[in-house]
């Protein structure tokens, strides 16, 4: 299986293109605020529904609006 490879064009040329002062900037804002920007990628726990999570020890994701909370029931033993 053959993958398609991506051409990049070296720094000669962009600089060509776009100017060294605007390749400078824009090189050192990715790199101050570049790795900040990103989310974190969603863990698998994050796609899991509420039910699911309790299954697993998880806690939910939110908590349920006050009046749908289900009474505790005693044990009569």
Not at 29 to 42: I, K
Not at 55 to 61: E, H, Q, T
């Amino acid at each position: 299986m053959e993958h398609a490879k991506t051409r990049i064009p070296s720094i000669d040329a962009t600089i060509a293109a776009h100017g060294a002062w605007r390749v400078l900037a824009v090189a050192a804002g990715r790199l101050l605020t570049g790795p900040l920007r990103r989310r974190p990628a969603p863990t698998a726990a994050d796609r899991l529904s509420d039910h699911l999570r309790r299954d697993v020890g998880l806690p939910p994701k939110a908590a349920p609006p006050p009046g749908q909370q289900l009474p505790r029931l005693r044990s009569q033993f």
